[in-house]
Nanobody, 132 residues
């Protein structure tokens, strides 16, 4: 089974940069490995639903971003390390929350990539707090 472990969260100031990592291991129920499944990042704030942040296709050729982070965040996959990254630049107070990485088995749709119900595997989350 796929295991996802996030790291890199912490306390930063508005305007700073931060990189989140998600180390992946194992296989999906149908035997897919890191090279063959797509992934995403979601953010959850207290009392709110888990919101889409960014997604990347299994090949890395397609990426999607929430409007609120487009131009500031970059999602990427390192196939040599089986690791997903989220580079967060010019962070804002409203970027605070618990960040979760997730994986899905293709094929999928753009709409599904932006919805937490479109993902089959989840990490435990890492807290990001941005102070003003």
């Amino acid at each position: 089974q796929v295991r996802l472990v996030e790291s890199g969260g912490g306390l930063v100031q508005a305007g700073d940069s931060l990189t989140l990592s998600c180390a992946a291991s194992g296989r999906t129920y149908v035997g897919l490995t890191f090279n063959s499944y797509g992934m995403g990042w979601f953010r959850q704030q207290p009392g709110k639903e888990r919101d889409f942040v960014a997604a990347i296709s299994e090949t890395g050729q397609s990426t999607l971003y929430a409007d609120s982070v487009n131009g500031r965040f970059t999602i990427s996959k390192d196939y040599s390390k089986d690791t997903l990254f989220l580079q967060m630049n010019n962070v804002r107070v409203e970027d605070s929350g618990v960040y979760y990485c997730a994986a899905y088995e293709p094929p999928t749709t753009t709409q599904a990539m932006m919805n937490n119900r479109g993902y089959d595997y989840w990490g435990q989350g890492t807290q990001v707090t941005v102070s003003s």
